[in-house]
Every structure is written in structure tokens, then in C-alpha cells.
């Protein structure tokens, strides 16, 4: 016989009596079967008594029979059930089936750690558990136990739409905050209202669906105590500026009058002034506390 016919042979064996083993003990054959194929694919990797053409043959082997063993279990039920077996109940109206237990050989604890795997940490909250073939517990707890959704409450809630990254390190995302409609005023209005004293502070910004922003300090940011009255009055009056500034800048662009639109474009330059005099100072009390 010539020897790639003999591993064809003895892959085609070992395939189908560990097939045969897992079903017997009650063990997922779609988990272990990864595992031996990267069993031999190790052994032709390192063992070099193994010829090249040996090692592909056994390779190619192994993946030809998973693929018939894939299709054979999509296209034929009966043959998924005899190769795969079917979900073992293993509790049941919130009894739990010990001669279940026994078929799956699994103990009363590897079920207790399979269910807290599942947020059921009472058993008595469960109404149903099952073995899937693919070595998953699958669980439906008590009715009375499971939290109440607005669906079934009769609520209906509009669907949420992911959150979209607004600021990353200081630096607005214009694109996003142009496409959301959230103009960088309110961006770095919010920002302060939740502890930042200028945008380099803002480690990342997270718009929601409902126009909702979180902001994520940098750590040195982060040590300021925003919750502090003096600092929360500092923050407030650095808010009360800039809204100021912008009134005049409004102002400006509103009048027709010569005279008074420079007027308030001179106001607003030294206003900016005094912000950027104002975050500077609180720049360096965050580093070095206040005088």
C-alpha cells in the first residue's frame, strides 16, 4: 500500500473515532475538532521525521473530512443529530435532571458555574437550562425575575443610535461634530461644565444617540476637584466670559453701525484676552495648586 494511501487511511480512523469518543462522553466534536488539526499541524512544523508530503497529506486529509463534516450536518438534519447530537435539558420547570447530569458527566458544580456564567446566581431563578451541542448552557430564567423591557412594559422607545467619538486628545472631530449638527461651542461649553478648564484637558469626547456628552478627563485633568466650590466658581466664571465674548462677537455681526461694531470687536479682542489670561491661571493651579 502505498504510504500516502496509509495516512489517508489512518487520518480518516482517528477523525471518525474521535468523533465517535467525544459523542461518547457527551464533549462538543465542533470544539475539539480545531484541536487536533492544529495537533498535526505542530507535529509537521517540529517533527522532521515527518516527511513534507506526509505532513500535507494528513493536513489535507483532516480539512476535507471537516468539510464533509460540515455539510453533512447543514444539509441533512438526521445526520446532524447523529453527528452532533441533540441540546441535553439539564434543568427543567426548575428541577434540575440529575440522570442528565450524569449523561453530560457534568456535577452539580460545573452547573452552578455554568449558570453564574449566565448572571443566574440563584437557582431558583431558573426555569430552563439546556446543553447545546456546541458545549454552551443555555438558560430562561423565572418570569418573575427577569427585568422588564419597554417592550414588554407596551413602551415604545425610539431605536438608539451608536455613540460617535466627538474629541480625541483635545482636538475636536470636525467631520462627525458637522454631521451630528453640535457645534464646537457647545462642545467645549459642555466639556467644562464636566471639569475641563480648556479643550487640551479632554482626553476623549463621546457624543450618544440623544445628544448626550460624555467627556473623559486626562489624569492630570482628572485631579482637579471640579466638585470643590472655589474651583466649580472659578469654572463658572470662566463659562460667564466666554458667553460674554460671544455676546459682543454677536453683537458685532448684528449692527450696522460702523462705529459700534468695532466697538464690540475691540470689547470682544480684550475679552479673549482675559479668558485666555483666566485659563492659564487655572492651568497653573491644577498643576501647583492655588497660591
Known sequence: MPIYIEIIVRSAISFLLLLAICRLIGISFKVVL????????VMFSFDRSIRVVDGLVAIITWGAFTVIYGLLTIKFERAQTILNGNATVLIENGNIIGKNLMKVRMTTNELLALLREKDAFKLADVEFAALETDGQVSVMKQSDVVPVTPKVAGITVQKEKPPKVVMKEGKPVKKTLSEEGYSELQLFSEAEKQGATCQDDVFLAQLDGSQNLYVDLKVDAAKKTPDDPSNQSKLLLLSSLKKLQADLEAHALNTENVQA???????????????????????KESQYGPD
Open 34 to 41: 480545531p484541536v487536533g488539526i492544529a495537533v498535526i499541524g
Open 261 to 283: 461694531k468695532s466697538s464690540y470687536e475691540n470689547q470682544a479682542n480684550e475679552m479673549q484676552q482675559i479668558i485666555e489670561q483666566v485659563q492659564r491661571q487655572l492651568r
